[in-house]
């Protein structure tokens, strides 16, 4: 006997335009959902035992799997490219090394494979590793509805674990970020309980730059997952690191700082405290790590 029942059945179709998703999304309405990669939706759909009757692979839909970059205009990054063409594309590992790390963190080479962006950042877990990384390069989703296109910032979009603010008849075309400030440097950290492709209990991205402006000499943006209902960046941590010089004692505090306001909740990946802990010691990590490249 299986141990698990296995996939429900369900009928899949596979969207040549935009406007066939829109016909499909309005006949079929919860009956249906979208697909890339499939691995939050399948498994998903395994583990509840029931899901839609209709799946819609929107993987082919025009610019869906595209890369673009020049410092103009940054890099747009089409819904359905997978972590692996990500992670190896050298436009990314020169200005986007961050999102590079984050995504080498995703599960396996073989997942890779199939899982893409936005299929990460659609799923909205809270412990989405493309997240934090997505946060500080300040990333927006480009949505595309009958009604034409919608830019939203992350925040916006992600409204609770496993929510987000799309309508009922939009979907996630590609996402938009801008050119990083000049000399960027960052690290994604990840601590899960294997280094065999498990979730992520605590990531944390750090990027800094320098700005000759700010009383620290370099600017932060922290972004973190796994400690919320949705994945976040800390303004006031960022904001006192800018205001003091850089020295270990500050580091610290600002870590400490990011762990006061990390609100995790208990779960089987580990306490809640010992959630605030690893964000206070990865974001001291990223912190001297960064301080050390700007050097
Ligand atoms: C073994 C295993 C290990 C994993 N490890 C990790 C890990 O370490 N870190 C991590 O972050 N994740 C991990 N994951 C989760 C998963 O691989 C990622 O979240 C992946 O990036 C999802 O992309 P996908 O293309 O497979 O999305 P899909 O499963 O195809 O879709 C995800 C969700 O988005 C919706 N959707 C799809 N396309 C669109 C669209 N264009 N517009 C709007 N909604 C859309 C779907 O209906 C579904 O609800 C793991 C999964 C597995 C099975």
Known sequence: ???????????????????????????????????????????????????????????????????????????????????????????LLKYFSVLCQAADTVGNYQLRNLATLGGNICNASPSADMSPAALVYEGKVVVESPRGERELSLDEFWVGPGKTALEKDEFLKRIHFPTPPEKAVGFYHKLGRSKMGDLAIVGV????????????????????????????????????????????????????????????????????????????????KGLKEVRELLK
């Open 1 to 91: 006997m299986l141990a698990r029942p296995g996939l429900p059945g369900f009928e899949y179709i596979k969207a040549e335009t935009f406007q066939d998703v829109f016909d499909w999304m309005k006949e079929k309405g919860d009956d249906l959902k979208l697909l890339m990669g499939g691995t939050d939706l399948f498994v998903q759909m395994r583990d509840r035992g029931t899901g839609p009757g209709f799946l819609l692979d929107v993987k082919g839909l025009p610019g869906m799997q595209e890369i673009s970059f020049d410092k103009k205009n940054g890099l747009k990054i089409g819904a359905a490219v997978t972590l692996n063409s990500l992670s190896s594309h050298p436009n």
């Open 205 to 284: 991205a750090v990027l800094a730059y320098p700005d000759p402006n700010q009383p620290a000499g370099v600017k932060f943006r922290i972004g973190i997952n796994s400690t919320a209902p949705t994945a976040y960046r800390v303004p006031l941590v960022e904001d006192f690191l800018t205001q003091n010089s850089t020295t270990d004692k500050i580091l610290y505090k600002a870590a400490e700082m990011a762990m006061d306001i990390s609100a995790p909740i208990e779960d089987q990946r580990a306490t809640a405290i010992y959630q605030k802990k690893m964000v206070r010691n990865l974001v001291y």
